[in-house]
């Protein structure tokens, strides 16, 4: 939870770029290329990754009522629809930067989509899913997968760097 409320951080300085945006009818490239490292390597595989892999994966192996396990699959359903907002958003800042002026509206447009999508997938999550989770794990359970988190998140940058490494490796190649 505390993760979200970074998340809702970059989604209002999203919402006044959109502002930003409109009045000057431009964009400034590299600021949508910071938003969307954000959203990619923090809220995506940071965030959603020790949702999935972690927290999701092992309440998998529980007996979940029916209610908390179809809201865990819309939870999975609503992380592809993210990364696909997030992809289009990269492709359109792609073409903008390349010289195609009409990519803005895209651009703008997929904004929009992910400031309306994240608080409502945050909302579900916060409101109606973690504290019912909880009560499926025992307190060293709970301990466990917090250790779990902790390692998850010491890896992360390892993992973000040595892939820029490659990337660049290959694209000299
Ligand atoms: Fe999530
Ligand atoms: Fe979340």
């Known amino acids: 939870m505390a993760e979200h409320r970074v998340i809702e951080r970059m989604l209002a300085v999203l919402e006044d ?42 309440l998998a192996d529980k007996p979940l009522d029916d209610e908390l396990a179809e809201a865990m699959a819309g939870l999975v359903e609503d992380h592809v629809r993210g990364r696909l907002m997030t992809r289009k958003l990269i492709e359109a800042n792609n073409r903008y ?22 608080p409502v997938h945050i909302a579900k999550e916060d409101r109606h899913f973690f504290k019912p989770c909880l009560e499926y794990f025992t307190d060293a359970e709970q301990q466990t997968m917090l250790a779990d988190f902790d390692e998850f998140d010491r890896a992360l940058i390892h993992e973000k760097y040595r892939g820029i490494v490659e990337n660049l490796e290959r694209s000299a190649e």
């Open 17 to 58: 770029q959109l502002g930003v945006i409109a009045e000057a009818r431009s964009v400034d490239s590299g600021l949508i290329d910071t938003a969307t490292d954000f959203i990619r390597t923090y809220a995506d595989r940071c965030h959603h990754g020790k949702e999935e892999d972690i927290l999701f994966l092992r």
């Open 97 to 118: 930067r390349s010289g195609d002026a009409s990519a803005l509206s895209e651009i703008e447009s997929c904004l929009r989509d992910l400031i309306e999508f994240y």
